[in-house]
């Protein structure tokens, strides 16, 4: 997750300071609920697809 730290350093060096415990908190945050986006859009297709096979 922390990996993609690199799209949220903007926000980041706005504050001014190194990575506190709060902006890391952040950006775990914000990483998980891309993958929870992701697994939401994953599960819809496949039900989108089961719809279609059983027609």
Same mark, same amino acid.
Do not use: P
């Given at each position: 997750?922390?990996? !993609?730290?690199?799209?949220?350093?903007?926000?980041?060096?706005?504050?001014? @300071? /190194?990575?506190?415990? @709060?902006?890391?908190?952040?950006? *775990?945050?914000? @990483? $998980? $609920?891309?993958?929870? !986006?992701? *697994?939401?859009?994953?599960?819809?297709? @496949?039900? *989108? /697809?089961?719809?279609?096979?059983?027609?």
């Amino acid at each position: 997750m922390l990996s !993609n730290k690199e799209e949220y350093a903007d926000c980041v060096s706005a504050k001014g @300071e /190194n990575f506190s415990t @709060e902006v890391l908190f952040m950006i *775990l945050i914000f @990483e $998980q $609920q891309k993958m929870i !986006n992701e *697994l939401i859009t994953r599960l819809a297709e @496949e039900k *989108l /697809n089961r719809i279609c096979v059983s027609i």
